[in-house]
């Protein structure tokens, strides 16, 4: 009962000065809503990069070819079909997918129009790679990279731009390159979602054989193995084991020229990035709240000056130093949690105006706003403390005769 006596006694001071209340919770409401934006637009911008992670393929990983600067390598140091072999016949049962990776540019010419096409050579495992959703005929196949057929999978794009339709399976693409022309059968269509990591582009893609590739370009050995486990928990030791196994193969050169990567590996630490960064700037903007929590200190000095009496006359008609103590924090943390509560609406409304103008959305969970509530709160009662205290100990005589 008591604390409900307080409870009304506060809201009624609260509200019987509007303006101060307002100007107190300022800097609790301030600090709240940049808190609250700052967390959930960083909790946001994460969920984005797994997102654009698993577009790319959350189980990718690849050993490349990364010798020490300055150190020159020749030719026997790349990788060559023996390598996949190796692999394929030692751990087939741990890919979903494993291929090599070249990249051909080429141009398509149409009357006087002239486009770009980045043809991606690999084999018939990288649909269990690259992420991307076929749309219409088929992927490569293991046929078409044991013969070097010159197919390939349209990006459905290029259909619609510059065929004006999607039915063109088994027509004829003839694409310009550095040594000729090369024509290529169109067995398939993808469409793929753009990822935020890319640039803007107006080229087009494809997908042909490995090697096609090798026999048009000359080009047999490769600086990069791609891949894609079935297994995500031990993705970064399988890569590990891979690429010692492959360094082993090549005895003439340093195990140090090859590195793993894993997609898992690096989404964790730009995940400890961005979490970094936002509980840095968090930091920052909850020193306004500390600015603000010593604002409701001053007034509830403040209020325990303009109330002198009124305690007297509490004091003298029975109250007792708890209930003076309970009355005063009470107002404290509702002042607080007051300022909280606005503060969380405020932040919301920032981070998802904010996260309009980046591309983000923001996350905010129920364990954010509680924890933001219950912090607020226990503000007002630590700030709180010393006026309540002071207003506590007053002497009843004192205080009646205090003017």
Known sequence: MQV???LKMALYTIFSNKMRTALTILGIVIGIASVIAMVSLGKGSQVKMENEFKKM???????????????????????????????????GEKFRGISYRGDLATKYISGKKEVTVNLTAVNETYSNIDSFKLVAGRFL???????????????????????????????QLTLQYDSGSVSYTIVGLYTKSKSAFEMNSNSFGGYIPISAYMVDTGITAFEEIQMSLKNQQTISEDIKMFSKVVANRHSGTEASFYKAYNAQKEMAMM??????????ISVIAGISLVVGGIGIMNIMMVSVSERTREIGIRKAIGATRKDILSQFLVESSLLTGIGGIVGIALGAGIAYLAGRFVNITPVITPGTILMTVVFSTAMGVFFGMYPANKAAKLNPIDALRYE
Do not use: H, W
């Open 4 to 6: 409900i006596e307080s």
């Open 57 to 91: 393929g959350s189980n990718r990983a690849s050993i490349y070819l990364m010798p020490p600067e300055g150190t020159e390598y020749d030719e026997s140091a790349m990788f060559t079909m023996e390598d996949i072999k190796l692999l394929r016949n030692k751990y």
């Open 141 to 171: 196949t293991a046929g078409d990279v044991m013969s070097s057929r010159r197919v390939v999978v349209l990006d459905a794009k290029m259909a619609d731009e510059q065929f004006a339709t999607r039915d063109i399976l088994g027509k």
């Open 271 to 280: 995940n400890k990035f961005s979490s970094s960064m936002t509980l840095f």
